[in-house]
């Protein structure tokens, strides 16, 4: 539902954006009913769009490049922006850089990463968090962690390394189904010929080594080749990219990944803890 404290909350994409479907439609001599018409939406949602009470969907945006975009695909190139401004300020500069990655190298002791979390459990964990969100922010928070997932088809594929704590995998969020579906979602992402996941053991620390108990850790290389190292812990994030530090962190990961289990030790370690939901 369309909200007039949004107009004031509304990012410089979603206003830029608004403005420039406010220019074309009166530039085509279109009412906003006649807009709504053409794209599926009444003139109040056209009007709430404008204003920016209600910020636009991406079949929205869609639909207005095929109404009023001329072919310009002005609006598809919106969506990117919008979305991006829908993330968490620490979060914003590398959800660019996670979309360009060639390579990701995740260690995550705490929840799945979000690149494979099913909307249930992403909807639970968000929800859940403290302080409380407004229903509207957690269906943004919701809708952007889920469009991150376009770098699964993206052509070519990132090569993706995934470690997860034994805790993630066990730490029930939302109800046993939500675990459940949220298990064996995993299972299938991991069929993924350019997706490894391996597990780290809850007794790990018991063989006298872990080398994980400083926390997640995010290595990422660019198209450029160039190696950077992220973290992101109570709404805090750094971004790193001295070679010093990156190899560093790059070394800890090797040894967090040479103490996990196995890539089909994990998955049927995956497999039966679906089971048992």
Known sequence: MANSGNKELASTATQLSAEIARVLRNRKGLTQEQVGKQIGYTASAV???????????????????????????????AVKFVRLDKYPKQFKDFALLEQRAITLSVYEPMVIYGLFQTEAYARALISGGYPPLSDQRVDELVGAR?????????????????????????????????????????????????????????????????????????????????????????????????????????????????EALSPDESLAFVEQLAGDQ
């Open 47 to 77: 009007s709430a769009m404008e204003t920016g009470a209600q910020p636009a969907s991406d079949e929205m945006y869609l639909a207005l490049d095929a109404a009023i975009g001329d072919g310009l695909g002005i609006f598809k190139s």
């Open 146 to 258: 889920m469009a991150r997932k376009v770098l699964l088809e993206r052509d070519p594929p990132a090569m993706i390394e995934l470690i997860l704590d034994e805790a993630t995998l066990r730490r029930r969020l939302g109800s046993p189904e939500i675990m459940r579906e949220q298990l064996l979602h995993l299972v299938a992402e991991t069929q993924r010929r350019n997706v490894t996941l391996q597990v780290m053991p809850l007794d790990r620390g018991l063989r006298g080594e872990h080398a994980g108990v400083r926390g997640p850790l995010v290595l990422v290389e660019t198209r450029d080749h160039e190696h950077l190292f992220y973290l992101e812990e109570q709404d805090l994030s750094m971004l790193i990219d001295d070679p010093a530090q990156v190899t560093t962190y790059s070394h800890r990961y090797a040894k967090i990944r040479a």
